[in-house]
């Protein structure tokens, strides 16, 4: 499993079940105790955030990221209180907005993704791909787009691999920050809804991975 550190700045992950708290370092350790994180020179004035979930998705994680301007990322209290409607026991996983509406080139918008482990009775490694399909503009018509520059509005979102317990949940923060850009020749981002398709799958084996659920995100640019 392994962690990342985006533009200068330690990722903290919580993972709850019941009372249970775990907290993953930036240094893939996991811990029960945030203080007891060891941090590299890199991050050595970067304090654990310390973030409590118990068995109510009401109180779950909250993840900041912070980019080098300072901007910060926040789970809001009105996603998570969607979140907590939609993640009801018996559901895998839930975006708690699947459409986000009423964005424009620079906005920032988070959305939570929760992911439940209700297979079998022991362990299992889940994964998050999340990809680009296809935009459209109001009228239905396909627009013209580079993928990856679509694709870059999700990329301050760096997933792992989450080990989670028979009914363990997780809570993951999706960013998402609109371009000005829609190809490589300078066309801007018009009005129109863009697709993305989340895949959640878990590992098998060293070298296989099943689908576990398939969530589709749109999102919403309008003037």
């Known amino acids: 499993m392994k962690w990342y550190i985006a533009f200068g700045v330690v990722l903290l992950l919580l993972v709850g079940c019941g009372q249970k708290t775990v907290y993953i370092c930036a240094d893939e350790t996991q811990v029960d105790i945030a203080a007891d994180c060891t ?10 955030i310390q973030q409590e979930i118990n068995e109510s998705v009401e109180e779950v994680l909250e993840r900041i990221v912070e980019n080098t301007e300072g901007q910060s990322y926040i789970l809001s209290d009105s996603e998570k209180a969607l979140l907590a409607e939609r993640f009801s026991p018996s559901v895998r996983a839930v975006l708690s907005t699947p459409l986000v509406k009423d964005l424009h080139a620079g906005s920032v918008y988070v959305v939570g993704l929760g992911i439940r482990n209700i297979l079998g009775s022991y362990s299992r490694d889940f994964v998050v791909d999340i990809k680009f399909r296809e935009a459209k503009d109001f009228s239905g018509s396909v627009l013209e787009t580079d993928d990856e ?3 870059a509005w999700l990329g301050k979102n760096l997933f792992t691999t989450y080990s989670l317990q ?3 949940e997780i809570i993951l923060p999706i960013i998402i920050e609109i371009g000005d850009k829609l190809t490589e020749k300078g ?10 398709d989340v895949y959640v799958g878990y590992i098998t084996n060293a070298e296989s991975t099943d689908e576990y659920q ?3 995100m749109t999102v919403q640019v309008t003037e």
């Open 39 to 48: 941090h590299t020179e890199e991050i050595a004035d970067t304090e654990p």
């Open 149 to 151: 520059l679509i694709q």
């Open 166 to 168: 028979r009914n363990e």
């Open 187 to 196: 066309d801007p981002v018009v009005p129109g809804t863009y697709i993305y």
């Open 214 to 216: 398939n969530l589709i």
